[in-house]
Antibody, heavy 123, light 112 residues
Framework: EVQLVESGGGLVQPGGSLRLSCAAS????????MTWVRQAPGKGLEWVSA????????YYADSVKGRFTISRDNSKNTLYLQMNSLRVEDTAVYYC????????????????WGQGTLVIVSS | DILMTQTPLSSPVTLGQPASISCRSS???????????LSWLQQRPGQPPRLLLY???NRFSGVPDRFSGSGAGTDFTLKISRVEAEDVGVYYC?????????FGGGTKVEIK
């Protein structure tokens, strides 16, 4: 069974930092692109960042570029999101999700999601 | 960036009746590999989203066949043939043809 468990959320002041983690199990973690998606309270979904299976390529939404860093440790089956210079508008539930493979046999969708971790940026 | 626009914002439906949601993209979603990476996701109240359909019309594992997708290029539709109580929630379209990945604003399906 695929499992994604996020952790690391909490209350932080504007300008502060947090590091989110996503522990993965039930699939070959090192074979998949992984992503972070967030959802502000009562709002829709916003893609945040993605990282290739090897970790060699990373992608960011403009809203977080230069402030957030995505990384992964394939030996620990864990995905990370380092969030610096946090703003009030970063307040959201942060989900990690598996991005399906591209191509004929893949979905290239967000195949599985974790339950999310809540980040609140407030003074 | 590719803008995804969903209509309607809200869809009140009677149990057992059909529902339809439209999604339009600002640019063609046909990838250079020939596939169209348009997905539909469902988010039930208090739950994380889950993948329903991928590449326009392919149902993901475990998705009931009352869900279907159609469309091409920039116009896409999700249909629920007979709405059940468990279908209540918000539905999102999403494109993964190019970065940044983008979502539609969501359509809330509720029971009349």
């Amino acid at each position: 069974e695929v499992q994604l468990v996020e952790s690391g959320g909490g209350l932080v002041q504007p300008g502060g930092s947090l590091r989110l983690s996503c522990a993965a199990s039930g699939f070959t973690f090192s074979s998949y692109v992984m992503t972070w998606v967030r959802q502000a309270p009562g709002k829709g979904l916003e893609w945040v960042s993605a990282i290739s299976s090897s970790g060699g390529s990373t992608y960011y939404a403009d809203s977080v570029k230069g402030r957030f860093t995505i990384s992964r440790d394939n030996s620990k089956n864990t995905l990370y999101l380092q969030m610096n210079s946090l703003r009030v508008e970063d307040t959201a539930v942060y989900y990690c999700a598996i991005k399906g493979r591209i191509g004929v046999a893949g979905t290239n969708g967000f195949d599985y999601w974790g339950q999310g971790t809540l980040v609140i940026v407030s003074s | 960036d590719i803008l995804m626009t969903q209509t309607p914002l809200s869809s009140p439906v009677t149990l057992g009746q059909p529902a339809s949601i439209s999604c339009r993209s600002s640019h063609s979603l046909v990838h250079s590999d020939g596939n169209t990476y348009l997905s539909w996701l469902q988010q039930r109240p208090g739950q994380p989203p889950r993948l329903l359909l991928y590449k326009i019309s392919n149902r993901f594992s475990g998705v009931p066949d009352r869900f279907s997708g159609s469309g091409a290029g920039t116009d896409f539709t999700l249909k629920i043939s007979r709405v059940e109580a468990e279908d209540v929630g918000v539905y999102y379209c999403m494109q993964a043809t190019q970065f940044p990945l983008t979502f539609g604003g969501g359509t809330k399906v509720e029971i009349k």
